[in-house]
T-cell receptor, first 113, second 112 residues
Framework: KAGVTQTPRYLIKTRGQQVTLSCSPI?????VSWYQQTPGQGLQFLFE???????NKGNFPGRFSGRQFSNSRSEMNVSTLELGDSALYLC????????????FGQGTRLTVV | QQPVQSPQAVILREGEDAVINCSSS?????VHWYRQKHGEAPVFLMI?????EQKGHEKISASFNEKKQQSSLYLTASQLSYSGTYFC?????????????FGRGTQLTVWP
């Protein structure tokens, strides 16, 4: 079966711009979690969506937002980009949320210049 | 609530064994193990649940000591393909409403 698909794979943006990343989960999976991965901080949890509702949110500023559609596809948006937002953004899908198997997409590599 | 992984790095020869540990200061409900190769996404290896249920890669074995709030991943007869960074993710909630906290990773290098 198809895995988790993230688009685009690579992005280069300038400071102050905004960006939208997309994640299509595995068919039948209703939970999508987003993570930021950097060499210094590791995997940092951004938020989790389940059935179009945000259930959990990590410690990121309000510039980071997300949403989930009725087909479980999810988007995350970062506004007013800063250099420190350069990272690999990963989404993970699972059937029900934590305590069920979660599978990661290939990620979107965002570079802010 | 970030779990602590040890060791931070391991270097092995093909065929050797390794153990990677993950410990938490909080009572755990589940532990998840992933392997990530450079430039790639983390790959699911195994989930261990409180009560003994496990699901995962048939060639990977792991343990979950609920009392000690620890999990260990056992890599036996290592192959070159085992190289990568191993992450554990932990949950301290018994429902599906919580979130995973990930350790900083253990870098495993297997040499021929």
């Amino acid at each position: 079966k198809a895995g988790v698909t993230q688009t685009p794979r690579y992005l280069i943006k300038t400071r102050g711009q905004q960006v939208t990343l997309s994640c299509s989960p595995i068919s039948g999976h209703r939970s999508v979690s987003w993570y930021q991965q950097t060499p210094g901080q590791g995997l940092q949890f951004l938020f989790e969506y389940f059935s179009e509702t945000q259930r959990n949110k990590g410690n990121f500023p309000g510039r980071f937002s997300g949403r989930q559609f009725s087909n479980s596809r999810s988007e995350m948006n970062v506004s007013t980009l800063e250099l420190g937002d350069s990272a690999l953004y990963l989404c993970a899908s699972s059937r029900q949320g934590v305590n069920t198997e979660a599978f990661f997409g290939q990620g979107t590599r965002l570079t802010v210049v | 609530q970030q779990p602590v992984q040890s060791p931070q790095a391991v270097i092995l020869r093909e065929g050797e064994d390794a153990v990677i540990n993950c410990s938490s200061s909080k009572a755990l409900y589940s532990v998840h193990w992933y392997r990530q190769k450079h430039g790639e996404a983390p790959v699911f290896l195994m989930i261990l649940l409180k009560g003994g249920e496990q699901k995962g890669h048939e060639k990977i074995s792991a343990s979950f000591n609920e009392k000690k709030q620890q999990s260990s991943l056992y890599l036996t007869a290592s192959q070159l393909s085992y190289s990568g960074t191993y992450f554990c993710g932990t949950s301290d909630r018994g429902s599906t409403l919580g979130r995973l906290y990930f350790g900083r990773g253990t870098q495993l290098t297997v040499w021929p």
